[in-house]
């Protein structure tokens, strides 16, 4: 099986040697202090321009690591690693709309986006490992996994083709109406604070009230808990290696936040983008049944139809804009 083949191999840890994985975290490190200790400081509202150089700059930075895994364990693997990079990268489109929305819900300004979609990363890092643990885990075990993973993303394809994903509702989200009824919440935001004291009445004791910022923090979260069903089994489909799916989901989370910016402002000028996000669910649920019925399908093929696919559907929306 994969994944024990990948866990004992001599020298490695989880599918690559110990230093690599090192090399894995010290750079996400870097990247986190460089966006929490420069950027929240000196740019706290990023202009369009600012972001997407930083989605380029995250972009190369993952390019780089993509190219060190090439070079080190071979194009079969490094193929799969961009392949599965750009497949999260692009599934995290639908994503961006969700955090759009759940800034609206919650009245939270431009300028505090920033600090709640830096900490939401954080806790997305520390998830996704336990997605990735577990799926990898449940994949190798129980391989009839992998048809329902295939059948599930086929179907979603569908549904986002024809249009009849259900409309996103906050006000009848149960995360939602859980936070509002359980905590005590301030009814305004309290600059970049998640909590602040305030007395119940005048004259109080001060108790702790969370902010609608924090709010916005949680339901964002659970999103992405959410969104991970689709993208984790997505990359799972591609291969089991833990370390290229860790990796690549990590690396397309990173640019999320910039990602977030540059989609926000353009996102009318990319309707068609949808419907090639659509046909690569459907696709990628193809080849899962094609390597399991006929054979294998070439990983390299595979980045090409994606990357193609995605490009494809940008050039469309910018050829034939929406009409209004």
């Known amino acids: 099986m994969e994944w ?5 191999a001599p020298g490695a840890v989880l599918g690559a040697p110990l230093w690599f994985w090192a090399v894995f975290v010290l750079s996400i490190i870097a990247i986190l202090i460089f966006d929490l200790g420069y950027l929240n400081r000196r740019i706290p509202v990023l202009s369009l321009g600012q972001s997407v150089v930083l989605t380029i700059g995250y972009s190369v930075l993952a390019g780089l690591f993509g190219l060190g895994v090439w070079l080190y364990f071979g194009p079969e693997k490094g193929a799969l690693f961009f392949t599965a990079y750009t497949l999260e990268q692009s599934l995290s489109v639908d994503n961006v709309f969700v955090i759009s929305v ?21 806790v997305a890092i520390a998830l996704r490992a336990v997605f990735v643990g577990l799926g990898a885990a449940i994949v190798s075990r129980f391989v009839w996994v992998l048809y329902l993973f295939g059948l599930f993303l086929i179907v979603t394809g569908l549904r986002m083709l024809r249009g009849t994903e259900a409309p996103i509702a906050l006000e009848e989200n149960r995360a939602v109406a859980w936070l509002t009824c359980h905590l005590r919440m301030t009814a305004t935001i309290e600059g970049q604070h998640f909590f602040v004291r305030r007395p119940e009445c005048a004259g109080g004791r001060p108790e702790l009230h969370a902010t609608p910022l924090f709010a916005a923090f949680v339901v964002i979260n659970v999103a992405d808990i959410v ?16 370390f290229i799916v860790y990796t690549s989901n990590i690396f397309a989370i990173l640019g999320l936040r910039a990602l977030y910016f540059v989609i926000d402002a353009l996102i009318a000028k990319f309707h068609y983008l949808k419907v090639a996000l ?44 929406e009409r209004s």
Request: aromatic share 12%; no cysteine.
């Open 4 to 8: 024990s083949r990948l866990l004992l």
């Open 102 to 122: 759940i800034f609206s819900f919650f009245g939270v300004p431009r300028r505090y986006q920033h600090r709640v979609l830096f900490w939401g990363i954080v």
């Open 227 to 242: 969104f991970a069903v689709d993208s984790v089994p997505a990359v799972l489909s591609q291969t089991q290696d833990p």
């Open 278 to 321: 659509a046909l690569l669910l459907i696709f990628i649920g193809t080849v899962i049944f094609y390597e399991r019925l006929v054979g294998e399908f070439d990983n390299v093929l595979t980045m090409v139809i994606t990357l193609a696919t995605l490009a494809i559907g940008v050039l469309a929306s910018i050829v034939k804009p």
